[in-house]
């Protein structure tokens, strides 16, 4: 084997990987500068988000089995090329819907990149060497995947938030170059079946939830549409289930969910990715927007619960291989829960060392205890002959919490946001056009501004108005993630067993 050439396939699957990783994680921190510049509702910046994660959580499955079909070298270098070509789009979208439009193809290149990067990986090394190469993409994606919101938050402060994106034109280019010479490969002792249906089906029926969710938090509220749209989702998600119990290579296996530990701990993976990816994406909106802090700051404020989830990780997978994997799960989803009521609790004021950096400490605790023991009995469920699917399963469910949370938190939010403001404008002395404007503004939530007319001494009793709105919502949410957490504990308690054996996890994905 050619060590030099190994080292530049190694480096190319680390490069492309931190692309998909640093957009994963940065994106939700400059949210409101995104709102705000491109002038942008907040049924807007939630698709900022759900584009690129629906097209990721629905494909993601299909996308190594496109690799092993068609050729891993070719898909892995035709997802490169095709999120740096979106990264360009996103960096020169002139409006919301440009983006969103941009965002949703690099979710389709990323679901063909990231299975395409450890698979060519497996294909490369042998051995121990192959051990050593996926560690050393996952402490590299894990670096990238917690400094994204630090990066993300100090270049859209000091540059633009648009060189988010077209920071991934120097490293997909490095890329390229470094597969030059790799060998193609392909799973020749298997006939590949492509689920395209199942892709279809999912896709379909995440999407109707979606939409149907998001439009519900606009100024009309549910439509005979959305409901429609949301019937439709669960009818294209039950066809899916029959698609994967009759096709001949489903994307899905369902025998695996016949395993109760299996069933169980994907159960918790919905509720409490659920409960973090619902919170983190309200978190940057209240720090920047209602908190007032800047970009930089607000992408450093969840940095110790980062640290923390990279730093207890391996211990916890220790502690899941002496102790089964009950007790830090049990254990890390509470204290999880604990953090996100700790979240809840400050208001509009004081410091981040007073307010939130508890939370964040708390929270991280929670999650370095559960992310480790969580992927490990994944994988301890089942034999060795499955863990590529089952790790693929479980990273598919993680991502669809995040996706469906984040619309259904919104409608909780924009819900109480709007009755919060609704009643603070009635105890405000300003004239009936002002209140009008404001209003008619709320659509953009915690970036509503007072409008010119509004009288300099009634201008901060607006805006404080609008953000102490915000934060009653905000805090609902955070609450909601609480509940989540619970409920995930309570799956690992009821329905867990502890004779999982112990595995070696793979790469750890993004919080």
């Known amino acids: 084997m050619n060590v030099p050439n190994t080292s530049r396939i190694l480096a190319a699957a680390i490069m492309a990987s931190s692309m998909v990783f640093i957009d994963s994680t940065a994106v939700n921190v400059v949210l409101p500068i995104?709102?705000?510049?491109?002038?942008?509702?907040?049924?807007?910046?939630?698709?900022?988000?759900?584009?690129?994660?629906?097209?990721?959580?629905?494909?993601?499955?299909?996308?190594?089995?496109?690799?092993?079909?068609?050729?891993?070298?070719?898909?892995?270098?035709?997802?490169?090329?095709g999120f740096a070509g979106a990264s360009v789009l996103c960096g020169f979208a002139q409006n919301a819907g440009q983006l969103i439009a941009a965002r949703a193809v690099q979710g389709v290149a990323s679901a063909i990149l990231t299975p395409g990067s450890l698979s060519i990986l497996g294909a490369t090394f042998a051995g121990s060497q192959r051990?050593?190469?996926?560690?050393?993409?996952?402490?590299?994606?894990?670096?990238?995947?917690?400094?994204?919101?630090?990066?993300?938050?100090?270049?859209?402060?000091?540059?633009s938030w648009r060189w988010i994106?077209?920071?991934?034109?120097?490293?997909?280019?490095?890329?390229?170059?470094?597969?030059?010479?790799?060998?193609?490969?392909?799973?020749?002792?298997?006939?590949?079946?492509?689920?395209?249906?199942?892709?279809?089906?999912?896709?379909?029926?995440?999407?109707?939830?979606v939409f149907a969710l998001i439009s519900a938090t606009g100024p009309s509220g549910w439509t005979p549409l959305d409901i429609v749209l949301l019937a439709a989702g669960f009818v294209a998600l039950a066809f899916f289930i029959v698609v994967?119990?009759?096709?001949?290579?489903?994307?899905?296996?369902?025998?695996?969910?016949?395993?109760?530990?299996?069933?169980?701990?994907?159960?918790?993976?919905?509720?409490?990715?659920?409960?973090?990816?619902?919170?983190?994406?309200?978190i940057p909106f209240n720090l920047i927007l209602a908190q007032h802090y800047s970009p930089s700051a607000a992408g450093a404020a969840l940095l110790p619960m980062i640290t923390l989830i990279f730093a207890l990780s391996p211990w916890a997978g220790t502690l899941c291989s002496t102790l089964?994997?009950?007790?830090?799960?049990?254990?890390?989803?509470?204290?999880?829960?604990?953090?996100?009521?700790?979240?809840?609790?400050?208001?509009?004021?004081?410091?981040?060392?007073?307010?939130?950096?508890?939370?964040?400490?708390?929270?991280?605790?929670?999650?370095?205890?559960?992310?480790?023991?969580?992927t490990t009995t994944v994988m301890g469920s089942v034999d060795t002959d499955h863990f590529g699917v089952a790790s693929g399963i479980n990273n598919a469910i993680a991502r669809t919490a995040g996706l469906i949370a984040v619309a259904?938190?919104?409608?909780?939010?924009?819900?109480?946001?709007?009755?919060?403001?609704?009643?603070?404008?009635?105890?405000?002395?300003?004239?009936?056009?002002?209140?009008?404007?404001?209003?008619?503004?709320?659509?953009?939530?915690?970036?509503?501004?007072?409008?010119?007319?509004?009288?300099?001494?009634?201008?901060?009793?607006?805006a404080y108005a609008i953000a102490r709105s915000y934060v009653s919502g905000f805090r609902l949410a955070m609450l909601a993630s609480a509940m989540l957490s619970v409920g995930s504990a309570l799956c690992a308690l009821v329905l867990l067993g502890g004779g999982l054996r112990p595995v070696s996890a793979p790469a750890p994905r993004s919080p």
């Open 324 to 374: 089964g994997p009950k007790i830090p799960l049990v254990a890390g989803t509470l204290i999880s829960a604990l953090g996100f009521v700790t979240l809840a609790v400050p208001t509009i004021g004081g410091t981040y060392w007073t307010k939130y950096f508890a939370g964040a400490v708390v929270l991280g605790l929670g999650m370095g205890l559960v992310v480790s023991p969580l």
């Open 165 to 209: 994106f077209f920071i991934n034109i120097p490293l997909a280019l490095a890329t390229l170059v470094a597969m030059i010479g790799c060998p193609e490969s392909r799973d020749h002792e298997k006939v590949h079946h492509v689920d395209w249906a199942g892709a279809a089906l999912a896709t379909l029926g995440l999407g109707c939830l």
């Open 408 to 462: 259904a938190f919104s409608l909780l939010v924009v819900t109480t946001f709007n009755r919060a403001l609704d009643a603070r404008l009635a105890g405000i002395a300003v004239s009936p056009q002002v209140k009008a404007a404001v209003i008619g503004e709320r659509s953009r939530l915690a970036a509503a501004i007072p409008p010119p007319s509004t009288p300099s001494s009634q201008r901060s009793a607006v």
């Open 34 to 81: 995104l709102q705000r510049e491109l002038h942008a509702t907040i049924v807007d910046a939630q698709w900022f988000v759900e584009a690129y994660a629906l097209f990721l959580s629905a494909l993601i499955l299909v996308g190594g089995s496109l690799g092993d079909h068609f050729g891993r070298v070719r898909l892995f270098l035709i997802g490169v090329i």
């Open 244 to 282: 994967e119990a009759r096709v001949p290579s489903p994307m899905m296996p369902l025998q695996l969910f016949k395993n109760r530990d299996f069933s169980a701990v994907n159960l918790m993976t919905l509720l409490q990715y659920a409960a973090l990816g619902g919170a983190l994406f309200f």
């Open 131 to 159: 051990g050593r190469a996926i560690g050393l993409w996952s402490s590299f994606t894990a670096i990238t995947a917690a400094g994204g919101p630090v990066l993300g938050g100090f270049i859209a402060e000091h540059a």
